[in-house]
């Protein structure tokens, strides 16, 4: 994925945000199609982003790969 396309992966999750349960599932896909640099830019943005929001901190859990 470009880079590019992983703004629009955090955009997506940004969006979805209101629901726990579909966070987690675009979380997943997310991981399934980055690249290994991409993915660890996801990860340091995923908890910036959950900060402050323990109902999204869950689906880091869709992060351990």
């Known amino acids: 994925m470009s ?3 992983i703004d629009f992966t955090k955009s997506i999750l940004e969006r979805v945000s209101f629901d726990a349960k579909l966070f987690a599932k675009e979380l997943q896909k997310a991981v ?4 290994p640099y991409e993915l660890e830019e996801l990860i ?15 689906c880091k859990i ?4």
């Open 44 to 58: 340091d943005w995923f908890f910036s982003f959950t900060k402050e929001k323990p109902e999204l901190r869950k």
């Open 32 to 35: 399934k199609v980055l690249l």
């Open 62 to 65: 869709y992060l351990e790969v």
């Open 3 to 5: 880079k590019r396309n």
